[in-house]
């Protein structure tokens, strides 16, 4: 073999079908277009694409599964573009995680620095419908949990508050990550550490934060709701690693 081989390692092959895929989301951005409408015919896209039916078929049930669109039948049947769902998208990412098992520190390391611009950003967002959900969320912490489901209720209350941010936040991508956050602390905390006896002190800096946020937003400011959610998202970091250390020492003497 010559040098100028040397080193050379042959590239994946893919398939006409995904290739096919590839093209349509270029051509849906391309285009600008949304969801609701339709992908060109079968037949068109034989013809574009110069390939057999089948192909173009596999081609749009890869499209249908990854939630890109939907397959319609009948005279008015075709392909028609879908806004994916933030529980699909999140579902799936999740199952990306599932054996990487991030704990407490590594979601912290990120919620520290998305949770604070989050609450800025949607300060001035906020409308009085927020507000009264928001504070309505405030309201169910107010009190000592009677038993394990009200404690559990309380606990997704409070995280149900930063999702309510996430979603009102104007950035997409904040949003998002915000909210798959708040997906990874309700498992982290809520699943795996409901056994744990009620940490009340927790309890207390949750709902004496949110309701300064609370404050914070119906004042408009920006800047301070940034800083509370900094001091919020430090001390809940601090519970966190407490919480982590009880149940490493439980699992400890169980075994």
């Given at each position: 073999?010559?040098?100028?081989?040397?080193?050379?390692?042959?590239?994946k092959?893919?398939?006409?079908?995904?290739?096919?895929?590839?093209?349509i989301?270029?051509?849906?951005?391309?285009?600008g277009?949304?969801?609701?409408?339709r992908?060109?015919?079968?037949?068109?896209?034989?013809?574009?694409?110069?390939?057999a039916?089948?192909?173009?078929?596999e081609?749009?049930?890869?499209?249908?599964?990854?939630?890109?669109?939907?397959?319609?039948?009948?005279p008015?049947?075709?392909?028609v573009?879908?806004r994916?769902?933030?529980?699909?998208a999140s579902?799936?990412?999740?199952?990306?995680?599932?054996f990487?098992?991030?704990?407490?520190?590594d979601?912290?390391?990120?919620?520290?620095l998305?949770?604070?611009?989050?609450?800025?950003?949607?300060?001035?967002?906020?409308?009085?419908?927020?507000?009264?959900?928001?504070q309505?969320?405030?309201?169910?912490?107010e009190?000592?949990a009677?038993?394990?489901?009200?404690?559990?209720?309380?606990?997704?209350?409070?995280?149900?508050?930063?999702?309510?941010?996430?979603?009102?936040c104007?950035?997409?991508?904040?949003?998002?990550?915000?909210?798959?956050?708040n997906?990874?602390?309700?498992?982290l905390?809520?699943?795996?550490?409901?056994?744990?006896?009620?940490?009340?002190?927790?309890?207390?800096a949750?709902?004496?934060?949110?309701?300064?946020?609370?404050a914070a937003?119906?004042?408009?400011?920006a800047e301070?709701?940034?800083?509370l959610?900094?001091?919020?998202?430090?001390?809940?970091?601090?519970?966190?690693?407490?919480l982590?250390?009880?149940l490493?020492?439980?699992?400890?003497?169980?075994?």
């Open positions: 073999m010559s040098n100028e081989n040397a080193g050379f390692r042959p590239t092959r893919i398939k006409r079908a995904d290739q096919i895929v590839d093209s989301k270029r051509w849906v951005v391309v285009n277009r949304q969801p609701g409408d992908l060109p015919n079968e037949r068109e896209l034989m013809e574009q694409f110069d390939c039916k089948g192909t173009v078929r081609a749009l049930k890869s499209l249908e599964v990854q939630g890109l669109v939907s397959i319609r039948t009948g008015n049947g075709g392909a573009l879908e994916v769902p933030y529980e699909r579902q799936l990412l999740r199952n990306f995680l599932h990487e098992q991030p704990g407490g520190p979601i912290y390391a990120l919620r520290t998305v949770e604070p611009e989050i609450a800025a950003q949607v300060t001035p967002l906020l409308t009085a419908g927020d507000l009264a959900r928001l309505a969320l405030v309201e169910r912490c009190h000592p009677a038993d394990f489901d009200e404690r559990i209720d309380q606990r997704i209350a409070e995280l149900e508050f930063h999702v309510v941010l996430a979603e009102r104007g950035n997409p991508l904040l949003a998002f990550i915000g909210r798959f956050l997906d990874l602390i309700r498992d905390v809520i699943f795996k550490k409901a056994q744990l006896p009620e940490q009340r002190e927790f309890s207390c949750n709902l004496e934060y949110h309701q300064q946020l609370m937003f119906r004042d408009r400011d301070r709701a940034r800083t959610m900094q001091e919020h998202m430090r001390s809940a970091e601090h519970f966190n690693i407490e982590q250390g009880q490493e020492q439980r699992m400890l003497v169980s075994d």
